[in-house]
């Protein structure tokens, strides 16, 4: 995970330190959730809880997820100086507790352990227990979550860790089961096994909670040393991108998509990496093969149960190989960042089976995750009520259906002259069988017992030979059955929506939006990006301070309010947002949005910039409770905010041509050249950043009037095609670069479009014929300018 030299040296040095802090208990990760079946079932009694509603501390926070727990015996803190010093003051050690709302692990937690009067009174007594929002508080995951993996070889949620007073981690894990069983210890041995240890040998803890940080800042340097001449470091290699091929090769499933083995994650960055090397190698096997393994991934997902082929969007992954089962959850930055990757597939090939997967992500979007004023909320968990009156939430249970349901909603003609019922259609071409169709192993805890999962392995063709009718009546009928199916799924308890807003989320899905509303020439889609960013700048940007907020909240009336102390946004929040900008900069190019980005950027760098090794931090050095700042080097279920700030200095440097944008990047490259040389598939969106910045960028600048029909023209022409290296700007006199102001003043107002690589620019051309000649290099008209 940590991808960095002599790393397993130092993680086994750190796990042999950490085994002493309690040497007969293990540390308890299931990577495999399988594994959990040893124990308790995992569906939630809500009958079960306490009727005493005694709220605790949390009962003041705005976090949906610190909410849930506000009603736990457990005398939880929220992360702040309050439980540091009360730690402190009573010399106690701290239970730090991180998950998510829609976390299902942490529900399950919840009710075995924070839900127990037993276990909290053993919390309370010994330790000062702190609740943390991963998303809320992405510097505190981290954090320990390194800590958790490079000791114990595994992580997730919910997390859990013990710290000193001063907030070292000394040991922990992930899920721990209530009770002890199969030779495990359960959680409240381990608390009290721990408690012990600190009240007997409490200097022993302190002294390797210090010698644990030391090896975990040591496991996590990068290779700039202090004092290095940038001329004697290891530069990256132009081809880099070879190898990051490679290695995502190697691990392609040729049958089913995707990366790896099951459970299988969508992985964005991989593929939007794919689209490019097909771009860049357009006729060599490797840029076909990276096409073929992007879109057969495209393709398979939209099939699988992972795709929602009711309410719309993607779930969060496949428990299989076959995208069929997934885990229910919906997150907002998979639907963003799939958004964006079907919009590609759909620029790229002109098929119309990815722009219908982009209307129905934004769709379930618009409606589904919207704020009324423009924000989008984070997620829908994955349980829910099967009924109203079910005491149990179930994983699935919005979302999944039994034959005998779609019989009974579906039992219709297809028209007064057919013997073909609608239910044998939809459940012949959705595979739907009368004792469910999910595998007993991917269904461990029987939560899946004669559901359905709607996957659409059968194609259309083979459905209208199959009841010999025609292809356009099978789209017909299964669109009738699917909106009668989305009508009586409303009347189903919905499961829990986090409504918490967070800014580099909405900044990739103004993203989303934006090249959405480019590549389709929708008004709808550009006008939902704009709405957002002024949302943002409204509700989450500070312009008298230059501060840029991680998240605002939703009160129970429906109005935006913040927490008292708001949280200060982090790497990528500004990062995600500059991008979201600069994407809707040129689907619009309004100035104001370029404007802002410049803003934001100029604050990131000072905020998240190491003025002595290079390449951003996570988090700034404002917060003394974060006691270790990390560089992310990981494109993982969110890009790394360097790889996406990569993007958007060779983005800024040429539009607005300010030296201190162009100046880091090299230097950044550098940060990272270690893990660019090892392990570039884990740095997907950085390679590509990496790989244009070799390549050259080419931008197009346009002048003329907006409103101007030619200019539009124009436009439609660049905004249709996909070309990852291209740059387009609005030349006029508001302009941030000199030499758009140049090309403005020489057009006078006639619209014109110049064409600009390797510092050069192309006479001006003012017919698509032409625009699309120089795109496409088959022309080259003579140079005019130097830029």
Known sequence: ???????????????????????????????????????????INLSSRSMEKIKNRLAQERSPYLLQHAENPVQWYPWGDEAFEKARSEKKLIFLSVGYSTCHWCHVMEHESFENQDVAAVMNEHYINIKVDREERPDVDQLYMTFVQAACGQGGWPMSVFLTPDLKPIGGGTYYPPNDAYGRPGFKTILLHMANKWKNDSNSMLENGTKLMKILKQTTAFDIQLGTELSNIMKPNPKTWITCYSQIERIYDDEWGGFGMPPKFPQPTILDFLFHVSYKMSKSSEGKKSLEMALTTLQKMTMGGIHDHIGQGFARYSTDEKWHVPHFEKMLYDQAQLAVSYTTAFQITKHEQYSDVVHDILQYVSRDLSHEQGGFYSAEDADSLPTADSTKKREGAFFTWTQEEIKTLL??????KSNIKLSDLFCWHFSVLPNGNVRPDSDPHGELLDQNVLIEFRSKESTAKKFEI????????????????????KNRPRPHLDNKIITSWNGLMITAYARAASAFNVEEYKQRAIKAAEFLEMHAWDSNINLLLRSCYVNDDGNIANIEKPIPGFLNDYAFLIRGLLDLYECTLQFKWLKWADELQAQQDELFWDKEKFGYYSSSDKDPSIILRFKSDHDGAEPAGNSISALNLLKL???????????KIDPLFLTFAGRLSNS?????????????????????????????????????????????NLVLAHADKNSLSELAKGLAIAENGKVAAYVCKNNTCNLPVHSTEELIALLDGTVEKPTSVVA
């Open 1 to 43: 995970m940590l991808g960095l030299s002599k790393a397993k040296i130092r993680v086994n040095r750190l796990w042999s330190i950490s085994k002493t802090v309690f040497p007969e208990t293990p540390v308890i990760i299931y990577p495999n959730y399988n594994h959990y079946k040893h124990f308790q079932n995992s569906t």
């Open 411 to 416: 039992d219709k003609p297809l028209d007064s």
């Open 470 to 489: 025609t292809v356009e009546n099978v789209e017909k009928e299964l669109k009738i059955a699917k909106n009668i199916l989305y009508e009586a799924r």
């Open 680 to 724: 570039p598939s884990a740095l997907p969106a950085l390679v590509s950043a990496l790989t244009l910045h070799f390549d050259s960028m080419t931008s197009v600048y346009v002048t003329g009037d907006l409103d101007n029909p030619d200019l539009e023209t124009l436009l439609s022409a660049i905004r249709q095609r996909y070309m990852p």
């Open 653 to 663: 440097s040429m539009l607005t041509e300010k030296s201190e944008y162009r100046s």
